[in-house]
């Protein structure tokens, strides 16, 4: 069985440039996450989706980022503009029940 | 003061040693409780989980809960090389979906 997969793995950019992740979580799925590790941190939750729906975003900062999952599937994480303090990984999550299982994250440096 | 509170190491121990690590919480409401071991440039997995207080063995692994004292532990008896990671405690008031992780503890065990 295929794990959770991101891309990409590792991003540069200059702070005030637009970045975008990608997610693609385990085969039947239906929760999804996303989570920002800041380096020496745990993770901490952004949004989490129920199918398409976003239930629990209170952690995004929503002035600019954004998150969507069409069909219930793939999602994106969009971050603009970006700032310096983006800089961390952010790692995705799936789950069917009772387990989280994480994709390799994608290593964000904002320079 | 955060809600989860881990020592981050850097630990270090000789193969074979028994290794001890730790978190404390303040919220009194978290009844689930989880550890994950996170390899360098890898997404967290999950190791074990209990609900409420007690006890859990897996293996080489014992999970600990003590709700009284708001303090959890995982043991790892006969610690291997390749147990050499960041361990991060996760725990949630209500189900697997909101957990609040801790900064993780780095353990370096050499032979």
């Known amino acids: 069985e295929a794990g959770v997969v991101q891309s990409p793995r590792y991003k540069i950019i200059e702070k005030k440039q637009p970045v975008a992740f990608w997610c693609n979580p385990i085969s039947g799925h239906n929760t999804l996450y996303w989570y920002r590790q800041n380096l020496g941190q745990g993770p901490e939750l952004l949004i989490r989706y129920e199918n398409e729906e976003a239930v629990d975003d209170s952690q995004l900062p929503k002035d600019r980022f954004s998150a969507e999952r069409l069909k219930g599937v793939d999602s994106t994480l969009k971050i603009q503009p970006a700032e310096l303090g983006d800089s961390a990984v952010y790692l995705c999550a799936s789950s069917s029940d009772n387990e989280q299982y994480f994709g390799p994250g994608t290593r964000l440096t904002v320079t | 003061q955060k809600e989860v509170e881990q020592d981050p190491g850097p630990l270090s121990v000789p193969e074979g040693a028994i290794v001890s690590l730790n978190c404390t919480y303040s919220n009194s409401a978290f009844q689930y409780f989880m550890w994950y071991r996170q390899y360098s440039r890898k997404g967290p997995e999950l190791l074990m989980y209990?609900?409420?207080?007690g006890n859990k063995e897996d293996g080489r692994f014992t999970a600990q809960v003590d709700k009284s004292s708001k303090y959890i532990s995982l043991f790892i008896r006969d610690s291997q090389p390749s147990d050499s990671a960041t361990y991060l405690c996760a725990m949630s008031a209500g189900g697997y979906n909101k957990l609040i992780f801790g900064a993780g503890t780095r353990l370096a065990v050499h032979p």
């Open positions: 209990t609900y409420s207080s």
